[in-house]
């Protein structure tokens, strides 16, 4: 059996679109991205945007469309025993359709990538049926996962200031 992800978080003026590969155990129970307390996605994004996401589940997605962040994941729905991207099992991916989410949010012009695996997924399993891919920009960010613990958070945060670059141009 296969576990659903979530709906996008996205405003009708979102221009940066930030992908994880799909959620962990936590999130999915939970019924939100990031759920994990360990993951460094909420506190990271803050910094970088200069804003507290220490607020309940529905006001994050209130600031993120406010800061024209949309969130989601590249996998709509896979078998994945445990969290780790690895162990999403290949042939049970189903991805999420892309091309109707560019064509309902025309103003994103860059694609943040929370993580090898998200990247690799999309260019692997997405690019290749996207008309729109020449038009976009994307950016490879180092994962937020507890699982990353090999990169300090300092140079995470130093990485994930593109999203601020990207939403000021």
Known sequence: MRDRGFAPVAGHDAEVLILGSFPSQRSLQA???????????????????????????????????????????VVAAARRPGSLDSSIVGDTIVVNDFREFFRAHPRIRVVCFNGAKAAELYRRLVLPNLGKAGKLRYRRLPSTSPAHAAMPLARKLARWRVVARELSR
């Not at 529905?58 to 406010?66: G, I, V």
């Open 31 to 73: 019924r939100q991205y990031y759920a994990h307390p360990r993951n460094a996605f909420w506190p990271l994004l803050g910094r970088v945007l200069g804003t507290s996401f220490d607020v309940p589940y529905a006001k994050r997605r209130q600031l993120l469309r406010k800061n024209r962040v949309a969130l989601w994941d």
